[in-house]
């Protein structure tokens, strides 16, 4: 699948951590289950958590940023920035003109009205989900 990638993508893709990419693996395959065979959703799954190449933690501290963030915690620099993984992620991507859908799925806000890629967008947000 990470061939559907252009090249930059690749790279971003490339330069998560392993458990990133796995997870990113499972979402495309999750939503692919749902939409079949669909290269702009793959896009999306396989690159929407690259602002976690920022931060450099295991899954516990990454646990405790996420409960920090979630009770309005001050957080420190790398807790921070992983918080603010999908902003960081999106402006790699529209810094590469990853496709504006893609980008949109990385900041895990919709661009407007989804119109026809509502579907895809549900779908996406569901294999992340799941």
């Not at 602002?51 to 899954?59: E, I, T, Y």
């Not at 009770?71 to 993984?85: F, M």
């Not at 890629?117 to 549900?122: E, L, P, S």
Request: charged fraction near 25%.
């Amino acid at each position: 699948m990470a061939g559907w990638l252009p090249p930059a993508e690749r790279t971003l893709f490339w330069e998560q951590a392993a458990a990133d990419q796995r997870h990113a693996y499972e979402v495309a395959c999750r939503a692919r289950e749902r939409l079949g065979p669909d290269q702009l959703v793959t896009r999306a799954a396989l690159l929407h958590d690259v602002g976690k190449r920022h931060v450099h933690m295991g899954a516990v501290t990454r646990t405790l940023a996420t409960m920090g963030a979630a009770a309005r915690l001050p957080l420190p620099g790398a807790w921070r920035r992983y918080r603010d993984h999908e902003a960081l992620g999106a402006a790699d991507l529209e810094a590469i003109g990853a496709d504006p859908f893609v980008v949109a799925f990385a900041r895990r806000v919709p661009a407007g009205d989804l119109g026809a890629d509502a579907a895809r967008w549900d779908a996406l947000v569901a294999a992340d989900d799941a």
